[in-house]
């Protein structure tokens, strides 16, 4: 069993929609939650992280964590065309405290 | 947010040389990491370290070497390439929470 799982997608969703991304994770002492976005050719940028359960919101981005079923979310609202991109689930602080563990990311297709 | 660099950006070489990637990270970060990312697939932890004169083999066997003699550096070396090697390479660091990425160091061997 993986650490980490992800819809490998794509998943595809109209301009203006709102895209929602969906992780699993293994490890239930984990305690740190990140969703990073990676562009064709680049580094992964980090753009929520999630240390306790319930939402947390910045700008456009809404990340979800529900402790109970090991399960986080990202909502992306408006989705532009420039979201497109892969996004990655992180997850750390569980039995091996200092490791990061990804999931193989779920690719996003937003279409104008 | 950290400031982490990784030289050189691109590297092509031919089989047999050895090559050093460099990675450094100004915020004083304890804790580096390496992966290993092919176009379109995951990443793939192959070195961390924790501190200084730390350093642990990651979950993807990797040919590589590291070593951290300074908290701010965390280079990786790579005795004898080969084309097998060829790939994306990602240096990454953390303090207490999130974690950084470089921009990645692509390797090419031919």
């Known amino acids: 069993q993986k650490e980490v799982e992800q819809n490998s997608g794509p998943l595809s969703v109209p301009e203006g929609a709102i895209a929602s991304l969906n992780c699993t994770y293994s490890d239930r002492g984990s305690q740190s939650f990140f969703w990073y976005r990676q562009y064709s050719g680049k580094s992964p940028e980090l753009i929520m992280s999630?240390?306790?359960?319930g939402d947390k919101e910045d700008g456009r981005f809404t990340a979800q964590l529900n402790k109970a079923s090991q399960y986080v979310s990202l909502l992306i609202r408006d989705s532009q065309p420039s979201d497109s991109a892969t996004y990655l689930c992180a997850v750390s602080g569980g039995y091996n405290f200092n490791k990061f563990y990804f999931g193989s990311g779920t690719k996003l297709n937003v279409k104008p | 947010e950290a400031d982490i660099y990784q030289t050189p950006r691109y590297l092509v070489i031919g089989t047999g040389k050895k090559i050093t990637l460099e990675c450094s990270q100004t915020?004083?970060?304890?804790?580096m990491y390496w992966y290993q990312q092919d176009p379109g697939m995951e990443l793939h932890l192959i070195h961390y370290?924790?501190?200084?004169?730390?350093?642990e083999k990651g979950d993807l066997s990797s040919e590589s070497t590291v070593s951290r003699i300074r908290t701010e550096h965390f280079p990786l070396t790579l005795e004898s390439a080969r084309p097998s090697h060829t790939s994306q390479y990602l240096c990454?660091?953390?303090?207490?929470?999130?974690?950084?990425f470089g921009e990645g160091s692509r390797l090419t061997v031919l």
């Open positions: 370290s924790y501190g200084v004169n730390s350093t």
């Open positions: 915020m004083g970060h304890d804790k």
């Open positions: 999630i240390y306790s359960n």
């Open positions: 990454a660091s953390s303090g207490i929470g999130e974690l950084f």
